[in-house]
Structures are given as structure tokens and as C-alpha cells.
């Protein structure tokens, strides 16, 4: 049971840092396309705070705690939070590609683990969030072609 709440802890620190990378990038976004992609970020950091709460709360029905430092979240995140800058057009959509390419890889993972495990209820919420990173990222590869 440790090992999942630290698997989940792990996928958690993920969703923050990402969210915080989209909240830089709905911020800092230059161009002609502001308006479109400033919008369209704001869609993403609200869908995945809510998965996050999802995720913590599962932690919490497994008896574990979820971690809510933010220096705990960054050491242990893969996704590395970027700094405050500005972004163009190519900028975000290459960072929205390469961020959503590694969190659907990296849910996949988990949802083999939970799947194996017969935790359904983990799965669940993995295949929603698997859900709409996929769909999203059809449609960020389809605007870089
Ligand atoms: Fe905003």
C-alpha cells in the first residue's frame, strides 16, 4: 500500500508542476495568437486541478497523505517548472507536446500497475485523465503539422 500512495504521491507532484507551467504559460503567451492559446491554457490547468484533486483525494481513501509542499512536489516531479518568460506560438505548443506526450506515456504506466492490482477505482480515474491528455494532444499535433 506504501508503494502506491508514493506512485500516486510521485503522479501528484507531476500534475502540480504542470499546472503551475501552464499557469506561465496563459500568463507570458506573446503573438498573434494570444488570445486563442491564452484561453485554450486556461482550459488545461482547469481540468488538471481538478485530476489533481482527484488523485489527492484517492491517496486519502487509500489511507495515505497526499504531499502538499510545493519543495516536496518540485524534487520529486520529472516535469521541472520553467521560468517566467515569454512564450510564442511554436514555444508553447512544443513544450504542450513534449509535457502531454510524457504524462500520457506516464499514466499509461500507472494504469497497468493499478490495473494489475485490481485497484479499478485508481484505474478510473487514470483513464479519464489518460482521456482528455489524449484527445488534447491529437489536437496540438495536429495544429504543429
Ligand atoms: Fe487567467
Not at 34 to 40: A, S, T, V
Not at 119 to 135: A, C
Amino acid at each position: 500500500m506504501e508503494e502506491k500512495i508514493n506512485i500516486l504521491n510521485e503522479y501528484l507532484s507531476n500534475l502540480k508542476v504542470e499546472n503551475d507551467n501552464l499557469y506561465n504559460l496563459h500568463f507570458n503567451v506573446i503573438g498573434s495568437s494570444f488570445m486563442g492559446l491564452h484561453k485554450k491554457l486556461q482550459e488545461y490547468y482547469e481540468h488538471l486541478a481538478l485530476f489533481y484533486d482527484d488523485i489527492a483525494e484517492r491517496i486519502k481513501m487509500l489511507n495515505g497523505y497526499p504531499i502538499t509542499s510545493l519543495n516536496k512536489m518540485e524534487e520529486i516531479s520529472t516535469i521541472k517548472s520553467m521560468k517566467s518568460m515569454d512564450f510564442n506560438f511554436n514555444q508553447v505548443l512544443e513544450i504542450l507536446n513534449n509535457d502531454f506526450n510524457f504524462l500520457v506515456d506516464y499514466t499509461k504506466n500507472l494504469i497497468k500497475i493499478f490495473d494489475d492490482s485490481q485497484d479499478y477505482y485508481t484505474t478510473n480515474i487514470l483513464n479519464e485523465i489518460l482521456m482528455y491528455l489524449e484527445k488534447e494532444l491529437w489536437m496540438i499535433k495536429s495544429t504543429l503539422k
